[in-house]
């Protein structure tokens, strides 16, 4: 079965600083990633992907993943945090079968202006 | 169109009472998924369905929880009795699985928010 961790329930940064939030996944078969976001009072919505081929995945509002097969971690990034950005992050691992999509725990950013 | 829509998006109810939360998914959708969001659990699979059938519910908690899809555009998650440990955001969200699988993403409704008095 899949797992995911996500190191860090809260993380803060400043606008325009670099955001990194990490997720490390644990799989016994190739894996898909996702990095889904919620903003308050609403559902997840997915951000971005990694399936097969590139390991570099861009995905909305100017973030981006690395899938990591070496170090099993899928990490989120985005070079300057805006205002808007602050909202929880969800990492998710699945075996290619949406009925078997793992969750971590979520980690919150937090934009200080 | 529309995105996946639930209601009721806030229940408040008293201890015993029944509680039915609804759910549509995206049209053309063939995968449907229950889950529940708290604090000190964070976000659990209760149940999901392929093409209205109900293939895992081993996430529900106990038998007071049921779910429902009496159709491709309409599900239903029943809690009766509720107690207050039940309060929680429950979300809904549906999929496409093409040829038995499904790497899409999950569209996510906005979830109904129960509490439990």
């Known amino acids: 079965a899949q797992s995911v961790t996500q190191l860090g329930s809260h993380v803060s940064v400043s606008e325009g600083a670099l955001v990194l939030l990490r997720c490390n996944y644990s799989s016994s078969v190739p894996p898909y990633l996702f990095w889904y976001v919620q903003y308050p009072n609403q559902g997840l919505q997915l951000l971005l992907k990694y399936t097969t081929g590139a390991t570099l995945v861009k995905g909305i509002n100017g973030f981006e993943a690395e899938f990591k097969k070496s170090e099993t971690s899928f990490h989120l990034t985005k070079p300057s945090a805006h205002m808007s950005d602050a909202a929880e992050y969800f990492c998710?691992?699945?075996?290619?079968?949406?009925?078997?999509?793992?969750f971590g725990a979520g980690t919150r950013l937090t934009v200080k202006p | 169109d529309a995105g996946v829509i639930q209601s009721p998006r806030h229940e408040v109810t008293e201890m015993g009472q029944e509680v039915t939360l609804r759910c549509k998914p995206i049209?053309?959708?063939?995968?449907l998924f229950w889950y529940r969001q708290t604090m000190m659990r964070g976000l659990e699979l209760l149940i999901y369905?392929?093409?209205?059938?109900?293939?895992?519910d081993s996430g529900m908690p106990e038998d007071r929880f049921s779910a429902k899809m009496p159709n491709a555009s309409f599900s239903t998650l029943k809690i009766q009795p509720s107690e207050p440990r039940d309060s929680a955001v429950y979300f809904c969200?549906?999929?496409?699985?093409?040829?038995?699988?499904?790497?899409?993403?999950?569209?996510f409704g906005e979830g109904s928010r129960l509490t439990v008095l």
């Open positions: 998710a691992v699945s075996d290619g079968n949406n009925n078997d999509m793992r």
């Open positions: 049209s053309g959708h063939n995968s």
């Open positions: 969200a549906s999929s496409l699985m093409v040829g038995g699988l499904g790497a899409g993403e999950l569209f």
């Open positions: 369905f392929n093409n209205n059938v109900p293939i895992d």
